[in-house]
């Protein structure tokens, strides 16, 4: 049971540059999101989803494509990546979308844009 | 909006000290609160939560958290810290009845330096 995972760990990526950060878990839960984590901002809700087949924005979507096909796996996707972006970027699951879910976590992917 | 507010960035307490780490919100009603803790390269592992009934929470590894509800507060609480304890800390809240969407809006951290 390797719970969430991500890939890459760490990316360069130039100004413009498209790229898909990568989030599976092997839990079967149907609730994942992905946050991003800047200094003295805490973390961020960009997108979640909560089944297969169903996505919706959080506080700060812009800029990032989420799709998800399966229950296992949730991409984000950056189509033309921009300074702004530079950031830790934090994938979690959960059972259900209640409070008594309790989130898990991945290790994260540090992303820089040049 | 609902907001978080951690006041201190950085902690730094001797190992076997006491450590209450201070958490603030804002929001109309009482939201469902936690604590996570985020060691280095880590992602987040949640330490505890509290949703209603007795405001002291108990929580893994040590920890406790008593929620306030006149001060709009809840903070994070340990009798003896360890070497380990090292790591940064968010308060995070979500409003109740609990959106399905399961938003949480964090607190900036607070960083925990522990000193031998």
């Known amino acids: 049971n390797a719970g969430v995972t991500q890939t890459p760990k760490f990316q360069v990526l130039k100004t413009g540059q498209s790229m898909t950060l990568q989030c599976a878990q092997d839990m079967n839960h149907e609730y994942m999101s992905w946050y991003r984590q800047d200094p003295g901002m805490g973390l961020r809700l960009i997108h979640y989803s909560v089944g297969a087949g169903i996505t919706d924005q959080g506080e700060v979507p812009n800029g990032y494509n989420v799709s998800r096909s399966t229950t296992e796996d949730f991409p984000l996707r950056l189509l033309s990546a921009a300074p702004s972006q530079t950031s830790v970027y934090f994938c979690a699951s959960s059972y259900g979308g209640g409070p008594s879910d309790t989130q898990y976590f991945g290790p994260g992917t540090r992303l820089t844009v040049l | 909006a609902q907001s978080v507010t951690q006041p201190d960035i950085h902690i730094t307490v001797s190992e076997g000290a006491s450590l209450e780490l201070r958490c603030n919100y804002s929001?109309?009603?009482?939201?469902?609160l936690f604590w996570y803790v985020q060691s280095p390269g880590q992602g987040l592992q949640l330490l505890l939560k509290?949703?209603?009934?007795?405001?002291l929470v108990q929580g893994i590894k040590g920890f406790e958290a008593e929620f306030k509800r006149s001060q709009s507060s809840f903070n994070l609480r340990k009798p003896s810290v360890h070497w380990s304890d090292a790591a940064e800390y968010f308060c995070a809240v979500a409003p109740q009845p609990m959106e399905y969407g399961n938003k949480l809006v964090f607190g900036a951290g607070t960083i925990l330096r522990v000193k031998s």
């Open positions: 509290y949703f209603s009934g007795d405001t």
């Open positions: 929001y109309g009603a009482t939201p469902y």
